[in-house]
């Protein structure tokens, strides 16, 4: 977002674009099990620089902060989970994960490879020091490694690794366990190595016997764990798909507005899926031939995201979809597409081309001519309201 007149804009990381940019940052919820996920919440995140005191400023919050936020508005909704999952950035706020400890809330955060603790120099400081310690012989003598099934969306399954790691203060009989989880225990691959912080208790543990929160296996850890791999793929549906950055206002209260709309959008999408099951099969689930005949469209997003291993890329809008690349297709190719094609009906993702055109057939009449409106003259000039700040 240029200049300065939006609300919430200033230079921060954008994970949209993978740097640092001027833009807007939001804190969201989502609540997902392996079948499907949905938003919750939305809270955006203003920059210090905004506020008149900086990091002093009382309306200063942190992005862990808005996350504890988020989490209480979900429990006084009632909505149920068996743990809090979130990535690194919450994972090492001592703050977040205090404030879920203290709240006797399960979680399962992630944490660097590189976060360092106190320690004799001789012994481990960090979580991929920790593991690389581990011993390790072939799938045959795992050694202290576990096998973990990962059973995904599409139907596949993949075969992982996981262990509780000892060092520091943490350990499997320790109130924070930090376990780690690969594909590969032997040299530990970026990609597909995951260390996380949890305090679900080991079971059979001493502090298991009178824990508020139930205990946890590693192959359960690292179900709850993947299970943030929704966020990701909400990325891609809610904001590559539905639009969630394109909007043309500037108030607080608009940007809010224009999110929840989005949020509905995909809701009914979700809704419109399971209420009328499979898609249209044959001529009626062919795509729409617009005005040129020569025009090629994209190819539509799957309807029902994959659980697949985090490339450690964020900027991902035009990568293709993991199931069509194993040939694998999964139920609802096309989101509420079991309405059969017409030539005043476009399915919603896949043609927006189509959308805009009916959009645009149906725009309200130009307005009645009156007085010309003055831009940049002095205290006269009126600015134009912001869209959407009328619209409930």
């Given amino acids: 977002k240029d200049g300065s007149g939006t609300a919430h804009v200033g230079?921060?990381?954008?994970?949209?674009?993978?740097?640092?940019?001027?833009?807007?940052?939001?804190?969201?919820?989502?609540?997902?099990?392996?079948?499907?996920?949905?938003?919750?919440?939305?809270?955006?995140?203003?920059?210090?620089?905004?506020?008149?005191?900086?990091?002093?400023?009382?309306?200063?919050?942190?992005?862990?902060?808005?996350?504890?936020?988020l989490v209480d508005a979900a429990l006084a909704l009632g909505i149920p989970f068996r743990a809090v999952v979130a990535d690194c950035i919450y994972g090492e706020s001592d703050d977040f994960a205090g404030a879920l400890a203290a709240a006797t809330l399960p979680y399962a955060v992630g944490l660097k490879p590189s976060r360092g603790i106190w320690a004799p120099a001789e012994a481990a400081h960090t979580p991929q020091e920790a593991a690389e310690e581990l011993a390790w012989s072939g799938p045959e003598q795992p050694g202290a490694w576990t096998k973990v099934v990962r059973p995904f969306r599409d139907g596949h399954e993949e075969t992982w690794w996981a262990a509780d790691l000892r060092f520091g203060p943490y350990g499997p009989d320790r109130p924070v366990r930090v376990v780690v989880a690969t594909t590969e225990p032997a040299t530990l691959p970026a990609l597909t190595t995951w260390y996380l912080a949890t305090n679900l208790p080991r079971p059979g543990a001493p502090l298991a016997t009178d824990a508020l929160i139930p205990p946890a296996d590693l192959a359960e850890v690292v179900r709850l764990y993947g299970l943030r791999n929704w966020v990701e793929q909400s990325y891609k549906q809610a904001k590559h798909e539905l639009g969630w950055a394109d909007f043309q206002v500037r108030s607080d209260e608009a940007i809010r507005r224009h999110w929840q709309l989005v949020n509905c959008a995909f809701s009914f999408c979700w809704r419109d899926w399971f209420a009328n099951g499979e898609p249209a099969v044959g001529p009626a689930a062919e795509p729409l031939a617009l005005a040129s005949p020569d025009r090629r469209e994209p190819e539509p997003v799957d309807a029902v995201p994959t659980d697949e291993p985090a490339t450690g890329g964020k900027n991902q809008a035009g990568r293709p979809n993991p199931t069509r690349r194993r040939g694998i297709t999964t139920r609802g190719e096309f989101l509420a597409g079991r309405t059969p094609a017409s030539a005043r009906l476009a399915r919603p993702l896949g043609f927006a081309l189509a959308l805009v055109a009916g959009v645009v057939q149906r725009a309200p009449a130009a307005p009645t001519p009156g007085a010309p409106r003055l831009r940049g003259q002095g205290a006269s000039a009126q600015p134009d309201p912001p869209v959407l700040t009328k619209y409930r």
């Fill in 11 to 69: 230079r921060q990381y954008l994970g949209s674009v993978g740097k640092v940019d001027n833009g807007i940052v939001a804190v969201t919820s989502l609540w997902a099990d392996e079948q499907v996920y949905y938003p919750l919440d939305v809270q955006p995140y203003t920059p210090a620089t905004r506020l008149p005191k900086g990091k002093q400023d009382p309306a200063f919050r942190t992005k862990p902060q808005i996350g504890m936020a």
